[in-house]
Protein backbone atom coordinates (compact mmCIF):
# COMPACT_ATOMS: atom_id res chain seq x y z
CA UNK A 1 0.00 0.00 0.00
CA UNK A 2 1.07 3.43 -0.98
CA UNK A 3 2.12 5.69 1.95
CA UNK A 4 -0.82 8.90 2.99
CA UNK A 5 0.67 11.91 1.69
CA UNK A 6 2.49 13.98 4.60
CA UNK A 7 0.43 17.04 3.76
CA UNK A 8 -2.98 15.19 4.70
CA UNK A 9 -1.42 13.36 7.90
CA UNK A 10 -0.35 16.70 8.50
CA UNK A 11 -3.98 18.61 8.59
CA UNK A 12 -5.08 14.93 10.54
CA UNK A 13 -2.19 15.85 13.51
CA UNK A 14 -3.61 19.13 13.77
CA UNK A 15 -7.33 18.33 14.44
CA UNK A 16 -6.27 15.68 16.78
CA UNK A 17 -4.15 18.68 18.83
CA UNK A 18 -7.46 20.54 18.90
CA UNK A 19 -9.35 17.83 20.22
CA UNK A 20 -11.59 18.48 17.21
CA UNK A 21 -11.17 15.61 15.32
CA UNK A 22 -14.31 14.11 13.71
CA UNK A 23 -15.09 10.05 14.16
CA UNK A 24 -17.73 8.06 13.14
CA UNK A 25 -19.92 7.48 16.41
CA UNK A 26 -22.40 4.09 16.63
CA UNK A 27 -26.06 4.33 17.91
CA UNK A 28 -26.64 3.65 21.66
CA UNK A 29 -30.05 3.14 23.97
CA UNK A 30 -29.33 6.98 25.52
CA UNK A 31 -32.43 9.52 26.12
CA UNK A 32 -32.04 11.36 22.67
CA UNK A 33 -31.41 15.02 22.96
CA UNK A 34 -29.29 14.81 19.64
CA UNK A 35 -30.81 13.53 16.70
CA UNK A 36 -32.94 15.43 13.75
CA UNK A 37 -35.57 12.88 14.14
CA UNK A 38 -37.99 15.81 16.10
CA UNK A 39 -41.23 13.61 15.10
CA UNK A 40 -40.33 9.80 15.91
CA UNK A 41 -41.24 9.23 12.06
CA UNK A 42 -37.99 7.17 11.74
CA UNK A 43 -39.12 4.77 14.02
CA UNK A 44 -42.84 4.82 13.04
CA UNK A 45 -43.82 0.94 12.56
CA UNK A 46 -47.07 2.60 10.96
CA UNK A 47 -45.13 4.14 8.23
CA UNK A 48 -42.93 1.39 7.80
CA UNK A 49 -46.33 -0.84 7.14
CA UNK A 50 -47.82 1.62 5.46
CA UNK A 51 -44.80 2.12 2.83
CA UNK A 52 -44.62 -1.60 2.43
CA UNK A 53 -48.44 -2.09 1.86
CA UNK A 54 -48.37 0.18 -1.06
CA UNK A 55 -45.02 -0.72 -2.95
CA UNK A 56 -47.46 -4.68 -2.42
CA UNK A 57 -50.75 -3.10 -3.19
CA UNK A 58 -49.20 -1.17 -6.48
CA UNK A 59 -46.92 -4.21 -7.41
CA UNK A 60 -43.82 -1.92 -7.61
CA UNK A 61 -41.00 -4.67 -6.51
CA UNK A 62 -37.81 -2.92 -7.78
CA UNK A 63 -34.95 -2.49 -5.85
CA UNK A 64 -33.26 0.36 -7.62
CA UNK A 65 -34.27 3.06 -10.51
CA UNK A 66 -32.16 1.56 -12.65
CA UNK A 67 -30.28 4.90 -14.04
CA UNK A 68 -30.52 8.85 -14.04
CA UNK A 69 -34.23 10.64 -14.22
CA UNK A 70 -33.67 11.63 -17.46
CA UNK A 71 -32.62 8.13 -18.83
CA UNK A 72 -34.39 5.24 -17.23
CA UNK A 73 -35.20 6.01 -13.57
CA UNK A 74 -38.27 8.64 -14.31
CA UNK A 75 -41.01 5.94 -12.99
CA UNK A 76 -44.56 6.90 -12.14
CA UNK A 77 -44.03 7.49 -8.64
CA UNK A 78 -41.99 9.91 -8.90
CA UNK A 79 -45.08 12.11 -10.71
CA UNK A 80 -47.42 11.38 -7.83
CA UNK A 81 -45.04 12.06 -4.91
CA UNK A 82 -44.16 15.78 -6.90
CA UNK A 83 -47.56 16.56 -7.10
CA UNK A 84 -48.29 15.40 -3.62
CA UNK A 85 -45.64 17.73 -2.41
CA UNK A 86 -47.08 20.34 -4.61
CA UNK A 87 -50.45 20.77 -2.37
CA UNK A 88 -49.12 19.77 0.39
CA UNK A 89 -46.72 22.88 0.12
CA UNK A 90 -48.99 25.17 -1.47
CA UNK A 91 -46.08 25.70 -4.59
CA UNK A 92 -46.36 25.79 -8.28
CA UNK A 93 -43.87 22.73 -9.19
CA UNK A 94 -41.47 20.45 -6.66
CA UNK A 95 -38.46 18.55 -7.94
CA UNK A 96 -36.69 16.18 -5.94
CA UNK A 97 -33.51 15.64 -5.51
CA UNK A 98 -31.38 12.44 -4.02
CA UNK A 99 -30.95 14.55 -0.39
CA UNK A 100 -30.51 18.19 0.96
CA UNK A 101 -26.73 18.63 0.20
CA UNK A 102 -27.56 17.45 -3.49
CA UNK A 103 -29.96 20.13 -4.02
CA UNK A 104 -28.22 23.05 -2.57
CA UNK A 105 -25.05 21.94 -4.67
CA UNK A 106 -27.65 21.65 -7.81
CA UNK A 107 -29.30 24.76 -7.08
CA UNK A 108 -26.28 27.31 -6.30
CA UNK A 109 -24.25 25.82 -9.30
CA UNK A 110 -26.17 26.35 -11.57
CA UNK A 111 -28.56 29.43 -11.05
CA UNK A 112 -26.94 32.39 -10.18
CA UNK A 113 -25.18 33.05 -13.28
CA UNK A 114 -21.39 34.89 -14.09
CA UNK A 115 -22.08 38.83 -13.07
CA UNK A 116 -24.97 38.08 -10.62
CA UNK A 117 -24.90 39.16 -6.61
CA UNK A 118 -25.60 36.09 -4.13
CA UNK A 119 -25.70 37.30 -0.61
CA UNK A 120 -26.00 35.32 2.29
CA UNK A 121 -26.66 34.80 6.04
CA UNK A 122 -22.69 33.89 7.64
CA UNK A 123 -24.43 30.64 9.25
CA UNK A 124 -25.69 29.16 6.05
CA UNK A 125 -25.19 25.36 5.90
CA UNK A 126 -22.18 24.03 4.15
CA UNK A 127 -23.50 22.51 1.69
CA UNK A 128 -24.99 25.48 0.33
CA UNK A 129 -21.50 27.49 0.54
CA UNK A 130 -20.15 24.13 -1.09
CA UNK A 131 -23.24 24.93 -4.06
CA UNK A 132 -21.72 29.16 -3.78
CA UNK A 133 -18.16 28.12 -4.59
CA UNK A 134 -19.20 26.06 -7.79
CA UNK A 135 -20.99 28.74 -8.97
CA UNK A 136 -19.42 32.18 -11.11
CA UNK A 137 -21.95 34.24 -9.35
CA UNK A 138 -19.99 37.08 -6.78
CA UNK A 139 -20.82 35.96 -3.21
CA UNK A 140 -21.18 38.37 0.03
CA UNK A 141 -21.80 37.02 3.40
CA UNK A 142 -23.82 39.25 5.45
CA UNK A 143 -23.96 39.39 9.81
CA UNK A 144 -26.29 36.67 11.34
CA UNK A 145 -29.65 37.58 11.26
CA UNK A 146 -28.85 40.88 10.69
CA UNK A 147 -31.26 42.96 8.30
CA UNK A 148 -29.29 46.06 8.28
CA UNK A 149 -26.21 44.48 7.29
CA UNK A 150 -28.10 43.16 4.57
CA UNK A 151 -29.75 46.16 3.52
CA UNK A 152 -26.44 47.53 3.55
CA UNK A 153 -24.63 45.52 0.96
CA UNK A 154 -27.54 44.80 -1.28
CA UNK A 155 -27.44 48.63 -1.74
CA UNK A 156 -24.28 49.25 -2.25
CA UNK A 157 -24.10 46.25 -5.16
CA UNK A 158 -27.06 47.24 -6.76
CA UNK A 159 -25.56 51.20 -7.16
CA UNK A 160 -22.39 49.25 -8.58
CA UNK A 161 -23.91 46.71 -10.75
CA UNK A 162 -26.50 46.94 -13.90
CA UNK A 163 -29.89 46.62 -13.44
CA UNK A 164 -29.99 43.50 -15.28
CA UNK A 165 -27.87 41.86 -12.42
CA UNK A 166 -29.50 39.53 -10.38
CA UNK A 167 -29.37 39.43 -6.56
CA UNK A 168 -30.01 36.41 -4.98
CA UNK A 169 -30.57 36.31 -1.02
CA UNK A 170 -30.29 33.00 0.97
CA UNK A 171 -31.16 32.19 4.81
CA UNK A 172 -32.86 29.15 6.46
CA UNK A 173 -35.68 29.40 8.54
CA UNK A 174 -33.82 27.16 11.45
CA UNK A 175 -30.40 27.39 11.35
CA UNK A 176 -29.34 23.82 12.09
CA UNK A 177 -26.34 24.86 14.79
CA UNK A 178 -28.25 27.57 16.92
CA UNK A 179 -31.41 26.60 16.30
CA UNK A 180 -32.91 30.52 15.78
CA UNK A 181 -34.60 32.09 12.89
CA UNK A 182 -34.14 34.88 11.16
CA UNK A 183 -37.38 37.99 10.68
CA UNK A 184 -38.54 35.87 6.94
CA UNK A 185 -41.12 38.37 6.81
CA UNK A 186 -38.95 41.66 6.92
CA UNK A 187 -36.24 39.98 4.58
CA UNK A 188 -39.36 38.99 2.08
CA UNK A 189 -40.31 42.73 1.86
CA UNK A 190 -37.09 43.99 1.28
CA UNK A 191 -36.27 41.32 -1.59
CA UNK A 192 -39.73 42.78 -2.89
CA UNK A 193 -38.44 46.09 -2.75
CA UNK A 194 -34.96 45.77 -4.01
CA UNK A 195 -35.99 42.90 -6.83
CA UNK A 196 -34.27 40.29 -5.42
CA UNK A 197 -34.63 36.71 -5.26
CA UNK A 198 -35.25 35.41 -1.62
CA UNK A 199 -34.00 31.49 -1.12
CA UNK A 200 -35.06 30.18 1.59
CA UNK A 201 -33.80 26.67 3.10
CA UNK A 202 -36.11 25.01 5.88
CA UNK A 203 -34.63 21.64 6.31
CA UNK A 204 -35.19 22.56 10.13
CA UNK A 205 -38.72 23.53 10.03
CA UNK A 206 -40.43 20.88 7.78
CA UNK A 207 -42.62 19.16 11.03
CA UNK A 208 -41.44 21.81 13.56
CA UNK A 209 -43.97 24.64 11.97
CA UNK A 210 -47.16 25.57 11.03
CA UNK A 211 -50.26 23.70 12.44
CA UNK A 212 -49.60 20.74 9.64
CA UNK A 213 -45.62 20.57 9.62
CA UNK A 214 -45.40 22.81 6.53
CA UNK A 215 -42.77 24.83 8.24
CA UNK A 216 -42.51 28.44 8.82
CA UNK A 217 -42.86 29.87 5.46
CA UNK A 218 -45.96 28.37 5.20
CA UNK A 219 -47.11 29.38 8.40
CA UNK A 220 -45.82 33.17 7.41
CA UNK A 221 -48.25 32.76 4.41
CA UNK A 222 -45.14 33.16 1.98
CA UNK A 223 -45.08 30.31 -0.14
CA UNK A 224 -45.04 33.36 -3.40
CA UNK A 225 -43.05 35.20 -2.55
CA UNK A 226 -39.85 32.80 -2.09
CA UNK A 227 -37.97 32.18 -5.86
CA UNK A 228 -37.07 28.41 -4.18
CA UNK A 229 -37.29 26.87 -1.26
CA UNK A 230 -35.98 23.54 0.03
CA UNK A 231 -37.57 21.31 2.08
CA UNK A 232 -35.46 18.24 3.34
CA UNK A 233 -37.18 14.44 4.62
CA UNK A 234 -34.23 13.31 6.69
CA UNK A 235 -34.66 15.44 9.75
CA UNK A 236 -38.57 16.15 10.69
CA UNK A 237 -40.28 13.45 8.10
CA UNK A 238 -37.63 10.71 9.37
CA UNK A 239 -36.92 9.39 5.71
CA UNK A 240 -34.58 10.62 3.30
CA UNK A 241 -34.07 13.04 0.09
CA UNK A 242 -34.80 17.00 -0.60
CA UNK A 243 -37.27 18.53 -2.66
CA UNK A 244 -36.88 22.35 -4.35
CA UNK A 245 -40.06 23.83 -4.09
CA UNK A 246 -40.91 26.89 -6.99
CA UNK A 247 -42.64 27.77 -10.08
CA UNK A 248 -42.25 25.79 -13.31
CA UNK A 249 -39.70 27.69 -14.87
CA UNK A 250 -37.31 27.16 -11.91
CA UNK A 251 -38.38 23.13 -12.38
CA UNK A 252 -37.83 23.58 -16.04
CA UNK A 253 -34.29 25.09 -15.79
CA UNK A 254 -33.29 22.50 -12.64
CA UNK A 255 -33.67 19.66 -14.92
CA UNK A 256 -31.46 21.06 -17.54
CA UNK A 257 -28.63 22.53 -16.00
CA UNK A 258 -28.34 21.22 -12.39
CA UNK A 259 -25.79 18.88 -12.57
CA UNK A 260 -26.12 17.41 -9.12
CA UNK A 261 -29.86 15.97 -10.55
CA UNK A 262 -28.84 14.86 -14.01
CA UNK A 263 -25.98 13.07 -13.76
CA UNK A 264 -27.02 10.46 -10.71
CA UNK A 265 -29.09 7.70 -10.53
CA UNK A 266 -32.56 8.35 -9.17
CA UNK A 267 -34.15 7.53 -5.68
CA UNK A 268 -34.83 3.96 -5.43
CA UNK A 269 -39.26 3.55 -5.28
CA UNK A 270 -38.66 2.27 -1.66
CA UNK A 271 -36.84 5.79 -0.73
CA UNK A 272 -40.45 7.50 -2.71
CA UNK A 273 -42.85 5.30 -1.02
CA UNK A 274 -42.07 6.05 2.00
CA UNK A 275 -41.83 9.90 2.22
CA UNK A 276 -45.51 9.65 0.32
CA UNK A 277 -46.22 7.19 3.84
CA UNK A 278 -44.36 10.38 5.53
CA UNK A 279 -46.44 12.94 4.68
CA UNK A 280 -49.61 11.04 4.53
CA UNK A 281 -49.00 10.68 8.31
CA UNK A 282 -48.51 14.18 8.56
CA UNK A 283 -51.61 14.95 7.81
CA UNK A 284 -51.86 15.44 4.27
CA UNK A 285 -54.79 13.31 3.91
CA UNK A 286 -57.04 15.89 5.91
CA UNK A 287 -54.77 19.13 4.34
CA UNK A 288 -53.40 20.35 7.86
CA UNK A 289 -57.04 20.70 9.59
CA UNK A 290 -55.81 19.05 12.97
CA UNK A 291 -52.23 18.54 13.92
CA UNK A 292 -50.71 15.75 14.37
CA UNK A 293 -50.19 14.51 17.91
CA UNK A 294 -46.48 14.54 17.85
CA UNK A 295 -46.45 18.05 16.24
CA UNK A 296 -48.68 18.94 19.13
CA UNK A 297 -46.52 17.12 21.94
CA UNK A 298 -43.49 18.98 20.28
CA UNK A 299 -44.57 21.56 21.09
CA UNK A 300 -45.66 21.50 24.18
CA UNK A 301 -41.58 20.01 24.61
CA UNK A 302 -40.13 22.86 23.38
CA UNK A 303 -41.94 25.11 25.03
CA UNK A 304 -41.33 23.36 28.75
CA UNK A 305 -37.64 23.32 27.51
CA UNK A 306 -37.85 27.14 27.68
CA UNK A 307 -39.60 27.28 30.70
CA UNK A 308 -37.41 25.20 32.72
CA UNK A 309 -34.33 27.21 31.06
CA UNK A 310 -35.52 29.92 33.23
CA UNK A 311 -36.30 28.69 36.40
CA UNK A 312 -32.71 26.62 36.51
CA UNK A 313 -31.62 30.20 35.56
CA UNK A 314 -29.85 28.70 32.32
CA UNK A 315 -30.85 31.05 29.75
CA UNK A 316 -28.10 33.63 29.65
CA UNK A 317 -26.32 30.57 27.81
CA UNK A 318 -28.45 29.65 25.52
CA UNK A 319 -29.29 30.97 21.84
CA UNK A 320 -32.94 32.28 21.73
CA UNK A 321 -34.54 29.78 19.74
CA UNK A 322 -38.43 28.84 19.74
CA UNK A 323 -37.33 25.29 17.15
CA UNK A 324 -36.79 21.95 17.92
CA UNK A 325 -33.41 23.09 18.62
CA UNK A 326 -31.44 24.82 22.01
CA UNK A 327 -27.68 25.29 21.79
CA UNK A 328 -25.53 26.42 25.28
CA UNK A 329 -22.53 28.19 24.35
CA UNK A 330 -19.65 26.49 26.33
CA UNK A 331 -15.99 27.73 24.99
CA UNK A 332 -13.46 25.54 23.87
CA UNK A 333 -13.37 21.96 22.82
CA UNK A 334 -11.97 20.31 25.65
CA UNK A 335 -14.59 21.72 27.96
CA UNK A 336 -17.79 21.20 25.61
CA UNK A 337 -16.83 17.96 25.40
CA UNK A 338 -16.16 17.08 28.44
CA UNK A 339 -19.60 18.18 29.81
CA UNK A 340 -21.07 16.13 27.24
CA UNK A 341 -19.50 12.66 27.79
CA UNK A 342 -20.96 13.51 31.33
CA UNK A 343 -23.79 14.20 30.38
CA UNK A 344 -23.87 10.60 28.44
CA UNK A 345 -22.63 8.90 31.33
CA UNK A 346 -25.59 10.02 33.32
CA UNK A 347 -28.30 7.96 30.41
CA UNK A 348 -28.19 11.15 27.72
CA UNK A 349 -27.72 11.42 24.52
CA UNK A 350 -26.19 15.48 24.04
CA UNK A 351 -23.99 16.26 20.91
CA UNK A 352 -20.80 18.09 21.83
CA UNK A 353 -20.21 20.97 18.31
CA UNK A 354 -17.10 21.66 18.14
CA UNK A 355 -14.81 24.35 16.66
CA UNK A 356 -14.31 24.11 13.39
CA UNK A 357 -17.65 23.32 12.74
CA UNK A 358 -18.60 26.50 14.62
CA UNK A 359 -16.17 29.24 15.50
CA UNK A 360 -13.62 29.23 17.81
CA UNK A 361 -15.05 30.14 21.35
CA UNK A 362 -19.05 29.46 20.21
CA UNK A 363 -18.62 25.93 20.96
CA UNK A 364 -21.60 24.69 22.29
CA UNK A 365 -24.12 21.65 23.64
CA UNK A 366 -26.71 21.11 20.85
CA UNK A 367 -29.89 19.98 22.62
CA UNK A 368 -32.44 18.49 19.77
CA UNK A 369 -36.00 18.47 21.15
CA UNK A 370 -38.51 15.30 19.95
CA UNK A 371 -42.06 15.00 20.39
CA UNK A 372 -41.43 11.79 22.63
CA UNK A 373 -38.88 13.50 24.97
CA UNK A 374 -40.71 13.48 28.56
CA UNK A 375 -40.71 16.26 30.55
CA UNK A 376 -39.25 14.77 33.43
CA UNK A 377 -36.12 13.52 30.66
CA UNK A 378 -35.81 17.38 29.94
CA UNK A 379 -35.95 18.20 33.55
CA UNK A 380 -33.19 16.16 34.54
CA UNK A 381 -31.11 16.47 31.78
CA UNK A 382 -30.86 20.54 32.03
CA UNK A 383 -30.56 19.99 36.06
CA UNK A 384 -27.18 18.03 35.26
CA UNK A 385 -26.13 20.78 32.98
CA UNK A 386 -26.21 22.96 35.60
CA UNK A 387 -24.43 21.02 37.67
CA UNK A 388 -21.78 19.70 35.60
CA UNK A 389 -21.48 23.29 33.67
CA UNK A 390 -21.41 25.55 36.46
CA UNK A 391 -23.50 27.93 34.22
Do not use: W
Amino acid sequence: MSTFPEKLQSKLQDRKTKNALRQLGIQNNLVDFSTNDYLGFSKSKVIFENTHNFLAAHKISKNGSTGSRLLSGNYQLFNSVETMLCEFHNIEAALIFNSGYDANIGFFSSVPQRGDIILYDEFIHASIRDGITMSHAKAYKFRHNNLEDLKQKCETERSRNPLETEIYIVTESVFSMDGDSPDLLAMSAFCKNHKAHFIVDEAHALGVFNSNGSGLIQELGLENDVFARLVTFGKGLGCHAAVILGNNTLKQYLINFARSFIYTTALPPHALATIKSAYSELGISNRGEVSHPAIIQLAHNIEFFKLELQRLKLEHAFIKSDSAIHCCIISGNDHVKGIASKLQEQGFDVKAILSPTVPAGKERLRFCLHSYNSEQQITEVLFLLSKFASL
